[in-house]
């Protein structure tokens, strides 16, 4: 009754919408490109910005270092369209504003 | 006698109404499916739309705040991104996730000004330009709310601990648009009250930066470099700075005293 190519079928479907629908918690999968296929402004940025979580453990020349890329990589991103400029102008701003945060609160403690 | 009456009454409405005047009038308290709503009006209007009724309920069950406030980089305050339709048709803000392509509860999401609609589709623009109209939502706040832990404030819901039972999941990382290393850890810490008497606030800075990420907090909210430097009172967090940033508009009330001044007080 049931043939067996039916049974492959619908059982790689299966697993295929098990794949990919992600559980809660977990990345939805968007259309990401490697980060090899992203423009060289992206990948600067995601390399800068991606470091927001570990802002803490660096040192005062290591912040400094990160809103000198920050600077330098703004008048990139103001050639860019009017959304992605919108955008990633933004997200720049709140990353540079924690490592120039960060760096004064470490300043701070050496007082 | 008449005109000492008369001239009594005046007197008690003149000071009424002078007196009212002063106070102003006592903010309403949001319905449960009403609190953390945002209504968003920058372009709608000019092209011939209800302005836009966003409910962070439904979202803030799925995602971090992180992830729409930093990564996609929605403003904090109403109105302060100036999201226009082809920010959106470009995968963009709501586009990012309203793509017609990412899934959700075994469905694809609905997309967002993706193209130019005709008076047929134009039902898909009501479902977020829908304020003043009556839209059928997807999703029932009752219905939704009912299985999760109770909270007595905001809108009803225990946040927290509806994650900490694992009943809500919130995405923390949104593929090709979240970029970050691992992340370190924060203490928590206590923070001492001016009243005297009122219990310490437990601040949990672990659960923030989980939530929040660093940047969404510091600096723009808390500028303060050192511990202990800045203080902040009752009076400005209730107008929406500091904790009230959150605390006032989608994050438990204010009026939620026991969840912040949460130390026991040694006798």
């Not at chain 2, 909270?151 to 990382?173: H, M, T």
């Not at chain 2, 005293?257 to 006798?267: E, F, N």
Request: with cysteine.
């Amino acid at each position: 009754m049931f043939k067996p190519v039916m049974v492959v079928v619908v059982l790689s479907t299966g697993l295929a919408g098990l794949g990919g629908i992600p559980a809660h918690g977990e990345p939805i999968p968007q259309t990401a490109k490697p980060a090899s296929q992203l423009e060289a402004w992206h990948r600067e940025f995601d390399d800068i910005c991606s470091r927001t979580e570990d802002a803490m453990t660096y040192t005062p020349t290591e912040l400094e270092a990160l809103i000198r890329r920050c600077d330098a990589l703004r008048p990139k991103l103001e050639k860019l369209d009017e959304t992605r400029r919108k955008v990633y102008l933004e997200r720049l701003r709140m990353c540079r504003g924690l490592y120039a945060y960060v760096l004064e609160s470490k300043r701070n403690e050496n007082k | 006698m008449n005109r000492n009456v008369s001239a009594a009454l005046v007197l008690i409405l003149i000071l009424c109404s002078s007196s009212l005047s002063q106070t102003g009038t006592k903010k309403k308290r949001p319905l449960p499916y009403d609190y953390g709503r945002v209504v968003i009006n920058n372009y709608s209007e000019q092209a011939d739309l209800a302005p836009v009724v966003f409910q962070h309920w439904i979202h803030r069950a799925r995602f971090t705040c992180r992830v729409c406030h930093v990564d996609i980089g929605f403003a904090m305050k109403a109105g302060g991104t100036g999201i226009k339709a082809v920010d959106n048709s470009r995968g963009y803000y709501c586009g990012t996730c309203h793509n017609g392509k990412a899934p959700t509860d075994g469905k694809v999401v609905f997309e967002a000004c993706s193209k130019p609609v005709n008076t047929a589709e134009a039902k898909r623009c009501d479902r977020c330009h829908s304020l003043g109209r009556k839209v059928q939502s997807d999703y029932d706040f009752f219905a939704f709310s009912q299985p999760l832990p109770k909270e007595r404030f905001g809108n009803g819901i225990d946040w927290e601990k509806s994650e900490e039972l694992g009943l809500i999941k919130p995405v923390a990382l949104l593929d090709g648009v979240s970029k970050r290393n691992a992340f370190s850890a924060q203490k928590d810490f206590a923070l001492n009250p001016k009243v005297e008497g009122m219990p310490d606030i437990i601040f949990s800075h672990k659960k923030h930066t989980v939530w929040n990420g660093c940047e969404l907090c510091h600096p723009d909210i808390f500028m303060g470099v050192k511990k202990g430097t800045s203080h902040y009172t009752m009076v400005d967090i209730s107008e929406g700075k500091s904790c009230g940033a959150c605390h006032t508009t989608v994050a438990f009330p204010l009026t939620d005293c026991q969840r912040c001044h949460s130390k026991p007080v040694q006798p």
